[in-house]
């Protein structure tokens, strides 16, 4: 199998491998591609993501490579006229990794590889700029240092600011030649008093430490957090990719750039973009220098005053310009590019599919299609259905009045408020304690990710719009403020100065990402917007999917908003949670109190009314729409009160004394209460509180069939079935119920019985139990955790390590075990169908908001999928994405 692919000059492009993304990775799959259509690449070569598994599982994979890097290196050489190593004319290369997705800033680099004492001189003499030289070899060094050696680059940090103060300096810029052979010089010695041995002279050396060290830095912390983040597998390994050096800090003809090919904020079509003039690439992303725009346009539009690309090297951009069009065309999709122009000549360094915020992603899919580009289908499968959720949570109230503090740029979109933090480890843990928090940075590093991915919000005092952060932030949906200038942190004293004011750490700020406004205190929110390209794609995906979408909710508010949001009915309502308000809570506790039948009636007749009342509001949202509801399913000691005062309160309430009562609550003690006197237990113990639930929604549905003529659907579920005649049981009661109603109101409304599919047995049983069910909801919360033997609320303990160690590739609480727990989900489906052929199947557990398990539940041929209202759109798109 071949394991080192070239790219570029006269290298053949046609093995499928070489760009398949799984095996070259992203980076050298676009750059082989990009090659094989033309564009201007500069040659180099390949190392496969197999090789990288073979460096993980401990393989010496050098023995293997030698003959093979030698012969790539070879067309590297000849394609540009340069030996590797030549002292009056060196090849230089960069070293890269490219995973298969990509992983901004998380694995690691070498630039300028290549030079040493006698080809630094080459390099001076055949570029005839001798600092140029001695600038490029210093940052070698550094790099190598870093990357390769493992030295801290604050050494060399330090080393270059005393350089530049013993000169009075303040700029980089202001080093001459002698000034970087000075520091060269200081650089090696920093290496040998460090190490012990001397910086490596030999450039093949150099390659090969480079090449074991990026596919050593898959494995870093920060690529882990980064992983287990965004789901990628630690089996995937990187690849390498080396690459001929081409320089954009070689005089002011030379520049270098990122750039994307439309907005990937808004999804506007206007190119977008930063570059500097004489500059090398990490210059822009590490938001040194201020980068400048790419078009004349944005520039006007900042009122910003040095020249764009497109005035200072208007051959350069036209180029830039056609290779974008072809990008796109080729590409179907909005590319993010890095480039460089050497002395008035462009190079592409690399192009991907660019990330992109929900609202972007949106646009540029409705739009192409439009444009023609795609089509409606796959405008569907491009938009992450996750994403939306960034689209539907408020944005801040226009109209709401703003103690703006100051400005930076608007990097990620979205609203955030939150407590000031001034690293990641304390947004961290003020995060896990509830607070809502903004990490407020210099700027980031791709060490702060765990920071980030706690806080609300991003606000940094440097760098540009594609930034570490503002990169990251987009990816994670983060609202972000980035290069507000006006920010200065005392990281030590925990204050800032924002706009001259004084804060704290602790302090609430506001961020608008669309803006880049960063604001004192709260600012209140107002809804989304979602019509527009929103409506757009939704109205798509509706045509396309086949399973209905609807809704767990259960009071009216949760329920009109989830009709908004597109939802189809109620799949899950459970009626526990309608007697936690402060007045009905009393009456439950009298009935759970209550010594025998007798009793329990008399607090149930306080409670009828209440439940009535609920449903008759639910049934007039949804009118037309089925309706799930679900009977009382918790054990009733949750209802019992907690400490004295409460049970003070209940005394007074009930006339019982509060040792009678603290002795009942001790009765009801359970050592496993999600195993014990809950669910259907509870009904055929008690009937008389089914009975009265059963008899409120059947009276509210008859009242609102008579005050509106439409007639609701109910559809009355009973939880945690193992056996037939469980349900049998309770469905006589529920029949006989519906019956007595019927006859009290002088009328009827159809319904239906059926149960949740929640323990292992029932979903074994499936088959006998459609007999009595009318249709199966699978309440995958439970049925994982009887299946796995995991508990539901102790299980957060151990989970994450689970997942990192690969036991499970996603906690199965949010993502369906579909190899476990999916099987007895397709088994029941399967054996109730073959009962009861045109039973009705849905379910109702968390995983049916996430898109994965939607995926899996179109597969099994489930009728629809129930989510919270926030997830009704995810869930709409996500069983259009499953059905296409
Ligand atoms: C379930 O178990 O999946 C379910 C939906 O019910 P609950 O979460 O209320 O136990
Ligand atoms: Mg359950």
Known sequence: MKTVYTFGGNAPHDDPRQKDKTVTGGKGANLAEMASIGLPVPPGFTITTEVSVQHLNGEDIRPQLEDKVADALAHIEQTVGKTFGDAADPLLVSVRSGARVSMPGMMDTVLNLGLNDETVAGLAKVSGDERFAWDSYRRFIQMYADVVLGLDHGLFEEALEIAKEDKGFYADTEMEADDWKTLVAEYKQIVQDELGEPFPADPLDQLWGAIIAVFASWDSERAKIYRRLNDIPANWGTAVNVQAMVFGNMGDTSATGVAFTRDPATGERAYYGEYLINAQGEDVVAGIRTPQYLTRAAREAAGAKPLSMEEALPDAYGELARVFDLLERHYKDMQDIEFTVQQGTLWMLQTRTG?????????????????????????????????????????????????????????????????????????????????????????????????????????????????????????????????????????????????????????????????????????????????????????????????????????????????????????????????????????????????????????????????????????????????????????????????????????????????????????????????????????????????????????????????????????????????????????????????????????????????????????????????????????????????????????????????????????????????????????????????????????????????????FCEKVGLDYVSASPYRVPIARLAAAQAAL
């Not at 004295?644 to 509060?658: C, M, R, S």
């Not at 019927?742 to 074994?764: C, H, N, Q, S, W």
């Not at 999916?822 to 009705?840: C, F, H, N, S, Y």
């Open 355 to 855: 990330k992109r915020t929900a609202k972007a992603a949106l646009k540029m899919a409705v739009d192409m299609v439009e444009e023609g580009l795609i089509d409606e289908e796959a405008a569907i499968r491009r938009v992450d259905p996750m994403a939306l959720d960034q689209l539907l949570h408020p944005t801040l109230d226009p109209d709401a009045e703003r103690d703006v503090l100051t400005s930076g740029l608007p990097a990620s979109p979205g609203a955030a408020s939150g407590k000031i933090v001034l690293d990641a480890d304390t947004a961290e843990t003020w995060a896990q304690r509830g607070d809502k928090v903004i990490l407020v940075r210099v700027e980031t590093s791709p060490e702060d990710i765990h920071g980030m991915h706690a806080a609300q919000g991003i606000l940094t005092a440097r760098g540009g719009m594609t930034s570490h952060a503002a990169v990251v932030a987009r990816g994670m949906g983060r609202p972000c403020v980035s290069g507000a200038s006006g920010v200065s942190i005392d990281v030590k004293a925990r204050t800032l100065r924002i706009g001259g004011r004084e804060l704290k750490e602790g302090d609430t700020l506001t961020l608008d990402g669309g803006n880049g406004q960063v604001m004192a205190g709260e600012v209140p929110t107002i809804e989304p917007e979602l019509a527009g390209d929103f409506g757009t794609l939704m109205e798509w995906a509706d045509k396309h999917r086949r399973m209905r979408v609807r809704t767990n909710a259960e009071t009216p508010e949760d329920c009109r908003m989830a009709r908004q949001f597109g939802a189809e009915g109620i799949g899950l309502c459970r009626t526990e949670h309608m007697f936690f308000d402060a007045e009905r809570i009393s009456a439950v506790r009298q009935m759970i109190l209550a010594e025998d039948e007798k009793g329990r009636r008399k607090a149930l007749e306080k409670l009828l009314p209440e439940q009535r009342k609920d449903f008759h509001e639910i049934f007039e949202v949804m009118v037309g729409l089925p309706c799930t509801i679900r009977l009382l399913d918790p054990p009733l000691h949750e209802f019992l009160p907690h400490g004295d005062t409460e049970f003070e309160e209940l005394a007074d309430a009930t006339g019982y004394g509060v040792d009678h009562l603290k002795r009942r609550a001790e009765e009801l003690h359970e050592f496993n209460p999600m195993l014990g006197h809950r669910g259907c237990r509870l009904g055929i113990t008690f009937p008389e509180i089914y009975e009265m639930q059963a008899r409120a929604i059947f009276e509210a549905a008859c009242d609102v069939r008579k005050e509106s003529g439409e007639a609701p659907l109910p559809e009355i579920m009973i939880p945690l079935v193992a056996t037939k005649r469980e349900l049998e049981l309770l469905k006589a009661l529920v029949d006989r119920t519906a019956k007595t109603v019927f006859e009290e109101k002088g009328l009827e409304v159809d319904y239906l019985v059926g149960t949740m599919i929640e323990l292992p047995r029932a979903a074994l049983m499936a088959g006998e139990i459609a007999e009595e069910g009318a249709f199966f909801s699978f309440g995958t919360n439970d049925l994982t955790q009887t299946t796995l033997g995991v508990s539901r609320d102790d299980s957060a303990r151990f989970l994450a390590p689970y997942v990192e160690k690969g036991i499970f590739a996603r906690d199965p609480f949010v993502s369906l075990d579909i190899d476990g727990v999916g099987q007895l989900v397709e088994m029941a489906a399967e054996r109730g169908r073959a009962t009861r052929p045109d039973i009705k199947l849905g379910i109702c557990g968390e995983h049916g908001g996430d898109p994965a398990s939607i995926g």
